[in-house]
């Protein structure tokens, strides 16, 4: 069970980095607004994912964003501090009842406004440093911001939809 669960998660990651590559990098919606969703994949890991297992999945995800954009690393870089940062974001935001019966981060099991805090904060994390990183100075304060918290606003729209319409439906019986 444990290996067809890591083969659909990689699937969804295929699907992820398809859906980045050859339709939001083509969108041009404003000169503010690029979004993100491909970090979706390190916000759904399981909760016991060991870091020295993270990391290097974020490296890899990231590199694979760099690969297309032609990004120098910037995206590889992001993606492995949310991964670092991850543990201790969870922690922050672990709900009163804990993580008793939860695996990974979900909106069924979590609810809607766990989910979504939890995805803006990484999200928000992630998108200040890629866009720091590829600005690299401080010129303009006001435009960078701007970029980071309209990105910010819409990837996490994005992948909460994304999480709405691949969520597993909880069955009443």
């Keep these: 069970?444990?290996?067809i669960?890591?083969?659909?998660?990689?699937?969804g990651l295929i699907f992820l980095i398809l859906f980045q590559v050859l339709v939001l990098n083509k969108l041009n919606v404003s000169t503010y607004i690029h979004p993100y969703v491909y970090p979706m994949f390190i916000i759904l890991l399981p909760?016991?994912?060991p870091r020295w297992?993270?990391?290097?999945?974020?490296?890899?995800?990231?590199?694979?964003?760099?690969?297309?954009n032609n990004t120098a690393g910037m995206h590889a870089a992001a993606c492995v501090f949310i991964a670092f940062a991850r543990p201790w974001l969870i922690k922050r935001y672990t709900p009163i009842t804990g993580y008793e019966n939860v695996n990974a981060p979900s909106l069924s099991e979590l609810g809607v406004v766990w989910f979504a805090?939890?995805?803006?904060?990484?999200?928000?994390i992630h998108h200040s440093i890629y866009y720091f990183l590829q600005v690299f100075w401080m010129n303009d304060v006001g435009?960078?911001?701007?970029?980071?918290?309209?990105?910010?606003?819409?990837?996490?729209?994005?992948?909460?939809i994304f999480a709405f319409l691949f969520a597993k439906r909880k069955v009443k019986r």
């Design 117 to 124: 805090l939890f995805t803006l904060t990484v999200i928000f």
């Design 5 to 11: 669960n890591w083969i659909l998660r990689l699937v």
């Design 143 to 160: 435009y960078l911001l701007l970029k980071i918290f309209l990105s910010t606003l819409v990837s996490t729209l994005l992948i909460v």
């Design 53 to 68: 297992m993270i990391l290097p999945l974020a490296f890899a995800v990231g590199f694979s964003i760099d690969m297309f």
């Design 47 to 49: 909760f016991e994912t």
């Design 1 to 3: 069970m444990q290996a």
